[in-house]
């Protein structure tokens, strides 16, 4: 892959301009709105990251402490180190789950229902990865290939050469299995197994059919992730989604796509206000987030930018994130003579 897709993720989003405004009265703003029933103090989720505890210790839970403190939703990964049990006890929280559409319908029913009687509120249900595409990034850093000496050594002298990192994840961490999978999966046990195992398990027949049979496991709402065209967004308003979020998985699948913000206010308009559009992929700042909702989005959801956050500090990393997001967001409104997220629209766009 060349990540053309990855850096039109954001080179669009700093394309729009937006309409410096005076003499408003923005002495007071609104940045809280609510999605799916339930309150948040911004317009923003973190969205899903696999491998999470790989960047902190038990990494999953500290992400989700943050996102609880900020009043945020957190979205987990199905694969995540830290399971929805560790997650809801270690945050007092119950999180969004994301969830891919495997071949097993019978662990994934069984996950299904554990994560509502957990109390997940929302199911965030993947769909643009019926395969996977050949991410060469990875097999650079070691991530991805063949088990041999050479991706040893590359893994090895990461490792000693980050010795904080090591001593807090890969010794205090433990253990490094997929929290998830490894109670039914005996693959998920060790992640090299079971990232081939789930290489091998995603189900390519996928249609919209299927979400009928999602539906049967949980009553809650079903936001569909990885809609980039307007047929696809109606036909999934048409299979009884509660919500879609606008993504090209942060430019990591089909390389050549084009950006989430070039077709959100495509598939906003098609879908009409019948369901809520959420959006990610390249949203690093508040003047982002600001461009997303007037571009028609409801909420974004972020991946990196907190990802970076906790492995550079952990919960409070990523709570420094969040910080930094919110204040970015109300001075930007504030210049653009916005008080109320809930009421941006196109008019503040050039």
């Known amino acids: 892959m060349s990540e053309d897709t990855l850096r039109s993720n954001e080179r669009d989003l700093r394309q729009i301009s937006l309409r410096q405004r005076v003499m408003c009265d923005v002495s007071t703003s609104t940045l809280g709105t609510t999605l799916f029933g339930q309150q ?5 989720i973190l969205g899903p990251v696999g491998f999470a505890g790989m960047y902190d210790r038990r990494g ?4 989700a402490l943050a996102a609880r ?15 929805i049990d560790e997650v809801r006890s270690g945050s007092g929280t119950p999180p969004w789950f994301q969830l891919y559409m495997i071949k097993d319908r019978g662990y994934m029913a069984n996950l299904l229902d554990h994560a509502r009687d957990v109390g997940c509120p929302v199911l965030v249900f993947t769909v643009d990865l019926p395969v996977p595409s050949p991410r060469y990034r990875d097999y650079r850093t070691g991530f991805r290939g063949d088990p041999g000496v050479a991706r040893f050594i590359k893994l090895a002298w990461d490792t000693l050469t980050h010795p904080k990192w090591a001593v807090n994840v890969m ?9 998830n999978f490894a109670p039914g999966i005996k693959e998920a046990e060790a992640l090299a197994n079971f990232s081939s195992w789930v290489l091998k398990n995603y189900e390519q027949k996928l249609t919209w059919d299927d979400l009928q049979w999602v539906r049967s496991h949980w009553s809650g709402p079903i936001v569909v992730k990885g809609v980039l065209d307007q047929v696809d967004a109606e036909e999934a308003v048409r299979a009884g989604a509660d919500g879609i979020i606008v993504s090209n998985h942060g430019g990591r699948q089909l390389d050549g796509a084009p950006s989430t913000i070039s077709m959100l206010p495509k598939i906003s308009q098609q879908v009409s206000g019948r369901i809520p559009v959420l959006v990610d992929g390249g949203i690093r700042t508040g003047v982002d987030i600001l461009r997303a909702l007037a571009s028609g989005a409801d909420a974004c959801l972020i991946g990196r930018a907190w990802a970076y956050g906790l ?8 709570a420094q994130v969040i910080r930094i997001l919110q204040n970015e967001l109300r001075i930007t409104m504030a210049l653009t003579g916005c008080t109320d997220v809930r009421k941006i ?4 766009l050039t």
């Open 311 to 318: 492995a550079c500090g952990g919960r409070e990393g990523v």
């Open 171 to 179: 010794l205090k961490g433990r253990p490094h299995s997929f929290g």
């Open 69 to 83: 403190d900020a009043g945020l939703p957190f979205c987990l990964s199905s694969l995540s180190i830290c399971g």
């Open 60 to 63: 999953e839970v500290q992400a």
């Open 345 to 348: 629209d196109s008019s503040i």
């Open 40 to 44: 948040m103090a911004l317009p923003l």
